[in-house]
């Protein structure tokens, strides 16, 4: 059930006790004084559930995102789990608080009298319907260096991605509480010993997306110098909406509206129903890869746009600044469809043009059958879709959903001069990873490497004591990889003992391979890659703005 929109402002104290001197600080932001507590780890402040925006309700709630309140007290910043309104499969079995005002910030900060600290900003994942900024820890990645991460919660499906391109909903509000909480970080986090001038900005899956589509929006400039995309990137089927008034109709018949075609109606209906029945179900099990409610190209309506033309125009102009990037996804992230198996093995068989991603399209029927029919024998030759041939399945899906958006990114954005572009495979699996059906194989999921560079949001998950020591070697070196980045740019710094790891070109190599090695690797998945190349270099359908019918 969700709680009212409600925030307890610095005037509304909250109870914990006697905490001494030492325990706790007092750090002074535009918008008042704010108290945080270290950890129980001993080495980290952390002030959590800082509001860095105020979310609009009510008819408004599709708008960008307004100013945060002030206070004049200490803003008792203590962990009180909020999280955006989302349908349960992001929150199950936790103790959270799900309210529609949420826009909140967590800042980690190590002990240390040091200023001008890098800073992280992480953007969490979840297909832009699902999850929270406090889901995943960073202390360790802290511990690896003096940095300050920032995690924080951005609204969600239909209440952050609904896109009719009207004053009542012009789309982005999700990511543009993303952009506000980037302004949050420049104008305040100096205060907390930051840099404010040197901000990286990473996240994984939708996260991933995200802060690829950041670094294109000219609403980001000076926010940020340095960027980390896993498993994700602005080219991907679901990071941007291909039909978002199509999108919204299709959503609009399922909740029962009437006069879907009338653009006036159909946003009427959306800011008088209750925020309940807006969060979807069922939005993992998309056969066509994509995400109906995600961050959209807008229509110029005369209100600040964060995105006003497709990420393949904006990449291939080249017109957005150059700065270093990681790039990288898992060798397996197909297996992110594996529970769907069973239940679509036969209709790829009978219709595979039914699983062929949303952003492709046909000129006609014919002819978007005759592409399925080279997909699918491209990845299965003359063998059905069967437990024999799951490792090809997983593959597709690996590729149309993750690798060939990623690794095409690559090639523009090297291709447009930047040679601080750095590529890399995660494959890296444990005896404890559950074999993959019909197979006597393991392999690496998507988002696999999020447990190589972050904690679990419990002690159980965030504890390392007993992990093997070949996973105990790539926590070690990713870590280190990753916090070298945040901290120079380079992953491998000169005289680094760590293994060499140059730039890629447009030819996307080298990359770095983290498996039961980490070494330097060529081209990644050059075959795979030529031929979706071919395939979308003829039928990318590229995403559009939301223009109001005639």
Known sequence: MLIKTF????????VLGHHDGDLSRIVHTDQGPVRGYKDDTGDIFVFYNIPYATTPTGVDRYKAPLPPPTWSEPFEAVNRDIVCPQHDAGISGLNVKMQEDCLIANIHVPVTDEKNLPVLVYVHGGAFQIGYGNKLSPKKLIQTKNLIVVTFNYRLGIHGFLCLGTEDAPGNAGIKDQVALLRWVNRNIASFGGNPNDVTIAGCSAGSSSVDLLMLSDTTKGLFNKVIAGSGASLSGFSVQIDPLGSAQEQGLVLNFTN???????GESYKNI?????LLTNFRNRKHSGVEFAPCVERDIGQEMFLKEAPIDILKKGDYPKMPIIYGFTSMEGLIRRPFFEEWKDEMNEKFSNFLSIDLQFDNEQEREEVA???KQFYFGDAEVSGDTILNFINYFTDVMFSYSMLWSVQLHTRNGNDQVYLYEYSYVDDD????????VRGAEHCAQNNALLDGRSSTLSDETNISDGFRAIKKIMREMWSNFITTGQPVPANSSLPSWPPANEYRTPHMSFGFNVELKGILLEPRFRFWDEIYDKHYRTPKSPAIPN
């Open 7 to 14: 925030f307890v402002i610095a005037s509304v104290v909250y």
């Open 260 to 266: 879907v075609e009338d653009i006036a109606a159909l």
């Open 274 to 278: 209750p925020i309940e029945k807006l």
């Open 373 to 375: 029919a080279k997909i």
């Open 433 to 440: 990873v559950p074999i993959i059906p019909y197979t006597n």
